[in-house]
């Protein structure tokens, strides 16, 4: 059953995370973090995790979780866990590349803002023929998620204003950040914000060839989307 959106907005612009929204990485993440921590001594609870890993900027997840290591320690675990991450193999979340390969159809941009950095991301969109407008990661900001600079930052780069863009993102600190930079936002696989509409995968999401517009199925909530 699918629930007929209610609420008309203009939309733009729409901004991918990367892990967790358009690739399956979290394990990856999680494990990389995990395995390079028990190498200095150090483990962390499930809380911790959601709370300083997931969705979270390198520098927010180092000053939290090693906050007794000298900067040079922390720049040789964040070289470790990177290299961790960049030997993985992810698959895409269900639904997401048919999802974008359709918005192509219409006159919006279409833009990656990721905690992640270059070297990641290339192997990422090379693994599955991915290509974005515009592109922001950790390495173009000084605060990272929960901050709201990524976002304001890929607005100001497509030229576009917030309420205008939409965002997908999983984490807790991606959607503080979205919030916070004024996008509308839409979390994937995270129902803990009761104001925020959310979906499993991108099989819930339904474009008209007609127009850019969606529904959300099997949720209480819809957002009809037009371009201009």
């Not at 997931?54 to 040789?76: M, Q, Y």
């Not at 290509?131 to 929960?146: A, E, M, S, T």
Request: aromatic share 10%; with cysteine; charged share 25%.
């Amino acid at each position: 059953m699918s629930v007929t959106a209610t609420v008309a907005k203009k939309i733009d612009a729409v901004l991918f995370d990367l892990d967790g929204v358009i690739i399956d990485s979290n394990k990856a993440i999680i494990s990389a973090w995990l395995t390079t921590a028990e190498e200095y001594g150090y483990s962390f609870t499930q809380a911790e995790v959601d709370r300083y890993i997931i969705g979270a900027s390198h520098l927010f997840t180092l000053d939290n979780l090693f906050p007794d290591r000298s900067d040079s320690e922390k720049k040789v675990i964040h070289s470790k866990v990177d290299q961790r991450e960049e030997e993985a193999i992810y698959r895409t979340i269900d639904g997401v590349e048919k999802f974008i390969y359709r918005l192509r159809n219409f006159d919006v941009k279409v833009g990656l803002v990721t905690s992640s950095w270059p070297e990641k991301i290339k192997n990422v969109m090379e693994q599955h023929n991915l290509n974005f407008d515009c592109i922001v990661c950790r390495n173009d900001v000084q605060r990272g998620k929960p901050d709201p600079q990524p976002y304001q930052l890929a607005m100001e780069k497509l030229a576009i204003a917030p309420e205008n863009c939409l965002v997908f993102e999983d984490s807790d600190n991606g959607i503080y950040s979205a919030v916070a930079a004024g996008a509308n936002c839409i979390a994937v696989k995270n129902d803990h914000f009761s104001h925020i509409p959310y979906i499993e995968d991108f099989n819930q999401l339904c474009i008209d060839d007609s127009e850019f517009s969606y529904q959300l199925a099997n949720a209480n909530k819809g957002i009809a989307i037009r371009p201009v």
